[in-house]
């Protein structure tokens, strides 16, 4: 089988494509990816990289085609800009750049944008070929959430475009059971199948990497967040957990990563005095399961909002697979999730104290009571999120949709 994985997002970014094109590859498909210019998370171009001309390089042995786009900037404008130019560029040079490339399937890795589905529906008319998309945001719920779009003319608007794109692709594979309905309700007669996230097996088989010394981690009972630093995940509830527990002084906040609102955190912190708090930075992702190692629980915060109680963060998966006690302050899915592991607790989303006062009853229990939950999480992950498992399936799904003679939806 010849698979074209499709994805705004690919190597050197940190995304789970990667492990599952190369997992892909392992296991017999011929796997190509056509995807932009790498500038994730900081929205400005890596290094040997230019927004403008088509470039061929491999990963892993993974040919990879390379189309223009712009960055994604710092600013809704250029974001959007950053999404349209995708759109346009995998409309005009993805046919050339894989015109003498025979195509079994085409695989849409879609985090936000949705919108990087249209070349793909465009490619799979020409090549004949099916196209499965791997809904990782819900559209239009995101841009609202997030509040890059508050205007409900726009929202319906792409509410028509999401409800396009669904109805002619091949299959739609959902990375949570709470995206089902809303993703049935626009995609009229479209196969629908759950197919959650796995995680790069460096969380599952660490190394000896020694993570660097970070201030707050590894002394006293310690909290940590690990990934972006951003509005969905609405970190404020960090910094009001932080200074109800100030007085607390064995107890450490450590907020891994970067974000739009990290530098919103440290001004909070610097304002409130709260040396509780410790927002060392980004460190690469080999680092993250010895960093976690290293925590006391492990923390996960989504907004109060109706999109996220859908959603299941990635991030659920690595910390089951590295074993240590999970907080969910989150509602709906991913809560569900933790709870139904036995791998930690939940608390409502944006609130607090609530937050405080679950990270006290976590403080207050026996290590071997906390080891316990850990322990409960690994297993979980290994029963439903093991990577091999899932990307056996995934093969299942395309060679099966391979197969069916769609193509021409």
């Given at each position: 089988m010849k698979a074209l994985i499709i994805s705004q997002y690919f190597w050197p970014e940190i995304?789970?494509?990667?492990e599952v094109a190369t997992t892909l590859l392992n296991k017999g498909v011929?796997?190509?990816?056509?995807?932009?210019?790498?500038?994730?998370?900081?929205?400005?171009?890596?290094?040997?990289?230019?927004?403008w001309g088509c470039q061929r390089e491999e990963y892993r042995g993974i040919p990879v085609n390379r189309i223009p786009m712009l960055a994604r900037g710092k600013n809704a404008l250029s974001l959007t800009a950053n999404y349209l130019s995708f759109v346009l560029s995998g409309l005009l040079f993805a046919p050339w750049m894989v015109r003498e490339k025979k195509i079994d399937v085409i695989l849409v890795y879609a985090p936000s944008p949705i919108l990087q589905a249209i070349p793909a529906i465009f490619l799979g008319k020409i090549k004949g070929c099916p196209v499965v998309l791997w809904v990782q945001d819900l559209w239009p719920e995101s841009l609202s959430a997030?509040?890059?779009?508050?205007?409900?003319?726009?929202?319906?608007?792409?509410?028509?475009?999401?409800?396009f794109i669904y109805r002619h692709v091949d299959l739609l594979l959902v990375q949570s059971r709470g995206f089902e309905e809303p993703v049935r309700a626009l995609a009229s007669s479209t196969p629908i199948v759950y197919y959650p996230n796995s995680v790069d097996s460096v969380f599952t088989n660490p190394g000896q990497v020694e993570p660097p010394a970070v201030s707050g981690l590894g002394e006293g009972f310690s909290v940590m967040f690990a990934g972006n630093i951003g509005t969905a995940q609405a970190v404020n509830v960090i910094v009001e957990a932080a200074l109800f527990l100030k007085?607390?002084?064995d107890i450490h906040f450590?907020?891994?990563?970067?974000?739009?609102c990290r530098q919103?955190?440290?001004?909070?912190?610097?304002?409130?005095?709260?040396?509780?708090?410790?927002?060392?930075?980004?460190?690469?992702?080999?680092?993250?399961?010895?960093f976690m190692r290293k925590a006391s629980v492990l923390l996960v915060t989504l907004a109060a909002q109706p999109i996220f109680a859908a959603t299941v963060p990635n991030k659920i998966q690595a910390y089951l697979a590295a074993g240590r006690p999970i907080i969910a302050c989150l509602n709906g899915e991913g809560a569900r999730l933790v709870i139904e592991a036995g791998a930690g607790l939940a608390t409502p989303a944006e609130d607090g104290k609530a937050?405080?006062?679950?990270?006290?009853?976590?403080?207050?229990?026996s290590p071997d009571e906390r080891s316990k939950m850990g322990e409960n999480g690994r297993r979980y992950y290994q029963e439903h999120f093991d990577h091999d498992h899932l990307v056996d399936k995934l093969i299942e799904h395309l060679q099966t949709i391979s197969q069916s003679g769609k193509g021409n939806k």
């Open positions: 995304f789970s494509i990667n011929e796997v190509e990816v056509l995807t932009g210019k790498p500038n994730y998370p900081k929205g400005v171009k890596f290094s040997g990289y230019k927004s997030t509040g890059y779009v508050r205007n409900r003319i726009a929202i319906d608007m792409v509410r028509q475009i999401v409800r007085e607390h002084t450590v907020v891994l990563g970067d974000g739009s919103e955190m440290q001004d909070a912190a610097q304002h409130q005095g709260l040396t509780n708090l410790h927002l060392p930075g980004r460190f690469p992702v080999e680092t993250m399961p010895a937050l405080a006062e679950t990270i006290l009853r976590l403080y207050r229990l």
